[in-house]
């Protein structure tokens, strides 16, 4: 199963890395203090430090800027980045998570994490955030808490939230947007705002796609030639998308009920002269019922783009009920109607690698094509 499933997502990630990039309206500031707008390409926490690849308005060519380039970049109602330099980094982008009477920054470079906080009188600092442990009777306990002298220090003249932090297990940016937030309420006295930067994005968007439309499945049996007919397929499909890490990949898993005939070959002299005979009449067929099968397929994917019409591709498995596990793929489009309902359309196939003909009557597998109304929460 594995040697079956590797190449395609493989070939599916490889894609996807190629091309898959997300532009998201913004502006940057450059160094001259001019402002330019267009779109920003949205990648991971690292590569927003360490970069911004920025198209502007109305060209399809991005340019690469670093931090000695630009002063600030911004997503629109979004993240926010400084151009600063850290000790032993050089000059980097800083995501602005709060400005306030606290401001907070978060830089992250690979799987390490940093957290800087500032305020009127006190200095550009960063807070401890090394993860530690201890054992006790045998049992190790994670224990992080050099963070929580240093966020005492910085709020000292809010006693009421002393207790809060004594309690913060770890530092994540979402403890620390509510500490600067509860900070702020507490001593600002002029009434000026305390700015939160972050977009809100929840952590899963689930899609229901329902759809219909005709699916053959063939069968390779040298003592039983046979050919299965297309057939109506009533389908069922969940996509689970994570906005928080990508708003393009998804995993695709769904149930179809499908009922086949079955072409069945006879000669009229025989059935050992079956197909051998000159006269093609001579070669008859009948139609009988055969048990229906029950395909789930469990699908990794990508959809491109954020307009109207958004392509995606998705390769997996499907379980076929109760028959064999089998390589599938799949190739459509949305094409969205409203911001949460879009009309689909599919073309699924599903394959063992080692016997590929699709469209062949020997070829073992099945492939289906069908359209519908998909639905996003």
């Known amino acids: 199963m594995k040697k079956a499933i590797f190449p395609f997502l493989l070939a599916l990630l490889g894609f996807s890395s190629v ?21 920003i390409n949205h ?19 991005a340019t690469r800027y670093l931090p000695g380039d630009l002063a600030a970049y911004r997503f629109e109602g979004g993240q926010y980045f400084l151009s600063h330099p850290l000790e ?9 998570l709060v400005q306030g009477e606290l401001d907070v920054y978060y830089y992250k470079k690979g799987a390490d994490e940093h957290y800087y906080v500032e305020k009127a009188g006190m200095p550009f600092t960063e807070v401890p955030a090394v993860n530690g442990s201890v054992t006790i009777d045998g049992r190790t306990y994670e224990r992080n808490n050099q963070h929580v002298g240093m966020l005492s220090y910085f709020t000292q003249d809010a006693p009421a939230l002393q207790r809060n932090i004594a309690k913060m297990p770890r530092l994540n940016p979402a403890n620390m947007i ?45 003592d039983e030639p046979e050919n299965e007919l ?3 397929v009533p389908s069922l499909y969940i996509y689970l998308f994570l906005p928080r890490v990508s708003e393009h990949f998804f995993l695709r898993a769904g149930f179809s009920p499908q009922w086949f005939g079955k072409r069945t070959w006879y000669n009229s002299l025989g ?5 051998e005979t000159s006269d093609p009449r001579d070669d008859q067929f009948i139609f009988a019922t055969r048990n229906h099968f029950h395909k789930i397929p469990v699908q990794v994917g990508y959809r491109f783009g954020k307009g109207v019409v958004r ?33 689909t359309l599919s073309y699924d ?23 519908g109304v998909h639905f996003e929460f």
């Open 349 to 371: 196939i599903d394959f063992a690698p080692w016997n590929f003909r699709p469209f062949a009557p020997a070829f073992r597998g099945g492939q289906s094509v069908q359209a």
């Open 43 to 61: 990648g991971n926490a690292t590569a927003l430090c360490a970069e911004c690849l920025f198209r502007p308005d109305g060209q399809a060519t």
């Open 230 to 232: 297309w057939a109506g």
């Open 178 to 222: 509510h500490l600067a937030e509860a900070y702020h309420g507490m001593v600002c006295t002029d009434g000026s705002p305390c700015v939160v930067y972050q977009a809100v994005l929840p952590k899963v968007r689930v899609g229901i796609e329902l759809q219909g439309g005709a699916f053959r499945v063939f069968r390779d049996k040298a």
């Open 311 to 343: 392509p995606k591709v998705a390769a997996g498995i499907s379980l076929y009920l109760p028959g064999w596990v089998i390589t599938s793929a799949m190739a459509g489009a949305d094409f969205f109607v409203a911001e949460h309902m879009a009309l």
């Open 88 to 96: 032993g980094a050089g000059l980097v982008f800083l995501e602005v």
């Open 271 to 275: 059935d050992q002269y079956r197909g």
């Open 19 to 39: 091309y898959a990039r997300d532009f998201r309206p913004g502006y940057v500031v450059t160094s001259a203090g001019d402002t330019l707008r267009g779109e």
